[in-house]
């Protein structure tokens, strides 16, 4: 006959409920655990995802909004640029996770002519159509962003002959040309100071590399960040094409007690307090 120990099975009962508390514990600690690293994550992609308003993108990309709707982060247009231009965010980049970008300080876009980086994209984040010219592929229409000069620090406008960035530039005389001006201060020199057209220059960030400063005098932004807009209640007169713009425009009226008399009454009624 076989005899049953009282202690061992007490031991072995306080056992099993140990044991099923401690699994408790240690699942509820990963669950912890992994809720908190989906929040670091989640966390770091929101705020590299407001940073992406800097974000430089290869030619042919769509508005930053729908690039980053559909890019699938493939990795093929970064694999396709000859010059290894182009890097794929990685945590700690500050940019979307995973999708194309550049720093023209670095590495600028070398303006390939068959733009081999486009072709390649499998969703048209980067779009072929918008770089197409009688049905070629152009790369002097690319739209990357535009080149700002911050006169301070640029020494061309301080007066010294530097031409580094004009003729860098891939389209010469277009996108960036040099204004002769006389030096006041000395009277005998000119300033030959570098200008930038913002409807030729690709962004490539080609003049940025090439500039000479310790930190670029000249670098290149999204065109949305460096430009200003004029609305469109503003119409260049002598341009038709720039009419085209009135379309869009709307007409606003506001209501003020001023606005609500006529202008001669509100004209002499301010002369006869004045007079009074």
């Given amino acids: 006959m076989s005899s049953i120990n009282p202690q061992k099975e007490e031991r072995k009962m306080k056992k099993e409920p140990e044991s099923d508390r401690r699994k408790f514990i240690l699942n509820m600690a990963r669950g912890v655990g992994i809720a908190t690293l989906s929040g670091f994550i989640w966390s770091a992609y929101v705020d590299e995802a407001k940073a992406s308003q800097l974000t430089l993108r290869p030619p042919g990309a769509l508005k930053e909004e729908d690039f980053l709707k559909t890019c699938i982060k493939c990795g093929l247009c970064v694999e396709a640029c000859p010059y290894d231009t182009l890097l794929l965010a990685k945590p700690g980049d500050d940019k979307p996770l995973g999708t194309p970008y550049f720093i023209p300080r670095d590495v600028p876009c070398y303006m390939c002519t068959d733009i081999p980086c486009v072709p390649v994209c499998p969703t048209e984040a980067l779009d072929k159509n918008s770089l197409m010219t009688d049905g070629k592929l152009d790369i002097n229409i690319a739209d990357m962003g535009v080149a700002v000069i911050d006169d301070q620090s640029c020494i061309a406008f301080w007066g ?51 500039c000479v400063t310790e930190k670029a005098a000249i670098f290149v932004l999204p065109r ?48 006869l307090e004045d007079m009074y």
């Fill in 160 to 210: 010294i002959q530097c031409d580094a960035c004009y003729r860098a530039c891939p389209i010469l005389g277009e996108a960036i040309t040099v204004e002769y001006s006389k030096n006041e201060r000395t009277g005998k020199h000119a300033f030959l100071k570098p200008i930038v057209h913002a409807d030729k220059c690709t962004g490539c960030g080609m003049c940025e590399q090439a």
């Fill in 224 to 271: 949305e960040v460096a430009l200003g807009r004029a609305g469109d209640y503003y119409i260049k007169g002598w341009d038709k094409d720039d009419e085209k713009r009135l379309k869009n425009a709307k007409e606003i009226k506001t209501t003020t007690e001023i606005s609500k008399r006529k202008a001669q009454d509100k004209l002499n009624g301010d002369f």
